[in-house]
């Protein structure tokens, strides 16, 4: 064990230990670019049609206002409507949310947008900003099944803090700074 240790304080060791870690983060960036891509849902939920009805966003994410995490709606929300509505008995599409109500059973979507656990995103300083849901989600007049309109990686997140803080160095120093996202 001291031998490995010792090697591993030599410059070669040091820098066999700086590619382990890179494979590790690599790893973990390709695994979210996978997670990333649309996948199948329980339920084929379109968006475009809700939002076209007028329901708003927070409406069914609420926490979006109040901290890092939007959150998605349990059927309590989705039933509150279609219970009342006679394509609930009749649609396809609805019928595994009437067996989820049924067994008193969760729906368990499967999450699109995502940063790896070393990454800290907050959704409430960007709402305070004044950002819209849009800006960082897409158009959803168009969306049936969520995708990300871009992969959610460093690079998208450092143009826009640049961006936005091109005439405020000290808001700049802060958005670009290391901490502010890894801690
Ligand atoms: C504010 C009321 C409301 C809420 C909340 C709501 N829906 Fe709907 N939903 C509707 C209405 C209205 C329609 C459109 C019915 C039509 O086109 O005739 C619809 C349509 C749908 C359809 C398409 C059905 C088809 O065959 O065309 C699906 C699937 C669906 N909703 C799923 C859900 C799910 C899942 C939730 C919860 C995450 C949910 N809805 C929450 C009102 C609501
Ligand atoms: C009636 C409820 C409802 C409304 C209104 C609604 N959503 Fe959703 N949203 C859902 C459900 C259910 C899912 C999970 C299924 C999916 O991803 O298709 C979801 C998923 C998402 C996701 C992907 C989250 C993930 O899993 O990573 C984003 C982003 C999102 N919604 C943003 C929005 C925005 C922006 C609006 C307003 C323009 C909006 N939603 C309006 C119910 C809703
Ligand atoms: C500045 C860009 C940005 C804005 C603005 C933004 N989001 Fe997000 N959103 C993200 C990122 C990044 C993630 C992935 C976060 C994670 O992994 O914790 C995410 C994740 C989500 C999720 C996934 C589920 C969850 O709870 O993590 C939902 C739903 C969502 N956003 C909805 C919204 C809604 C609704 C709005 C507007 C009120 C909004 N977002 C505004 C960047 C944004
Ligand atoms: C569309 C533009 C945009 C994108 C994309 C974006 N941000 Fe931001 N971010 C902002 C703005 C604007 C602020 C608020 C600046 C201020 O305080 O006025 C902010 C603030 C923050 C803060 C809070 C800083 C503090 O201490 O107050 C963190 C943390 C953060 N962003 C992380 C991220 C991460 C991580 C991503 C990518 C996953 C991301 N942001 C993507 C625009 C963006
Ligand atoms: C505005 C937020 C933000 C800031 C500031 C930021 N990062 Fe990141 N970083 C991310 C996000 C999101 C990821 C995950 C996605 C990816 O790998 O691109 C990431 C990933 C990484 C990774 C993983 C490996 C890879 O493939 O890139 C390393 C290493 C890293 N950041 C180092 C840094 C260093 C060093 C700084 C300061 C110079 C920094 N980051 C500043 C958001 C940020």
Redesign the pocket.
């Known amino acids: 064990m001291q031998r490995v240790y010792e090697w591993l304080r030599q410059p070669l060791g040091l820098v066999a230990v700086g590619i382990g870690v890179l494979v590790i983060f690599s790893a973990a960036v390709y695994g979210i670019s996978l997670t990333q891509r649309t996948p199948e849902q329980p339920?084929?939920?379109?968006h475009y049609?809700?939002v076209a009805?007028g329901?708003q966003c927070l409406?069914?994410h609420p926490g979006a206002l109040r901290g890092p995490s939007p959150g998605l709606?349990t059927?309590t929300?989705?039933?509150?409507?279609?219970q009342q509505?006679a394509?609930t008995k009749?649609?396809?599409?609805?019928q595994p949310?009437v067996k989820a109500v049924e067994n008193n059973e969760p729906?368990v979507w499967v999450p699109v947008a995502q940063v790896p656990d070393f990454v800290h995103y907050n959704h409430r300083p960007h709402i305070a900003a004044g950002l819209n849901c849009e800006e960082c989600h897409g158009d959803f007049s168009e969306v049936t099944i969520y995708e990300n309109p871009q992969l959610i990686n460093m690079g998208w997140c450092l143009d826009c803090h640049k961006l936005k803080s091109k005439d405020d160095p000290e808001l700049r120093a802060k958005l670009i700074d290391c901490g502010t996202c890894h801690y």
């Open positions: 339920i084929q939920f379109p049609r809700h009805m329901v409406y069914c709606p059927q929300k989705c039933w509150g409507c279609h509505m394509i009749t649609s396809v599409l609805l949310l729906i």
